[in-house]
């Protein structure tokens, strides 16, 4: 079982920054892959970014790619999101997500946290 918990969303300015984090619980955290996820309001739950075991495999949304980065502390049992270059668009519920599959993870993951709201005002 693993309880993933977000913090650091809030409000932004277009072409600001904010910095998401996710705290796992358990001790096999290393073992699982994470991802992160956002829902805008009348909108799907949409794939954002994932990372696997270690740092070197990762994966982006074209619609974040080059703006967001997902970075991962084994030590701390932490995956983060830092969001650049933020646009309005980018206003949603966001949420971490874990797999032990580096491809699952991206499309049916295993446990969810509860969410973090990300607002960007033009």
């Known amino acids: 079982q693993v309880q993933l918990v977000e913090s650091g969303g809030g409000l932004a300015q277009a072409g600001g920054s904010l910095r998401l984090a996710c705290a796992a619980s358990?001790?096999?955290?290393?073992?699982?892959?994470m991802g992160w996820f956002r829902q805008a309001p009348g909108k799907e739950r949409e794939f954002v970014a994932a990372?696997?075991?270690?740092?070197?495999?990762?994966y982006y949304a074209d619609s974040v790619r080059g703006r967001f980065t997902i970075s991962r502390d084994n030590a701390k049992n932490t995956v983060y999101l830092q969001m650049n270059s933020l646009k309005p668009e980018d206003t949603a519920v966001y949420y971490c997500?874990?797999?032990?599959?580096?491809?699952?993870?991206?499309?049916?993951?295993?446990?969810w946290g509860q969410g973090t709201q990300v607002t960007v005002s033009s």
């Open positions: 990372i696997g075991w270690s740092e070197r495999s990762t």
């Open positions: 997500a874990a797999h032990r599959s580096f491809v699952v993870v991206r499309v049916n993951p295993d446990y």
């Open positions: 358990g001790r096999t955290f290393s073992s699982y892959a």
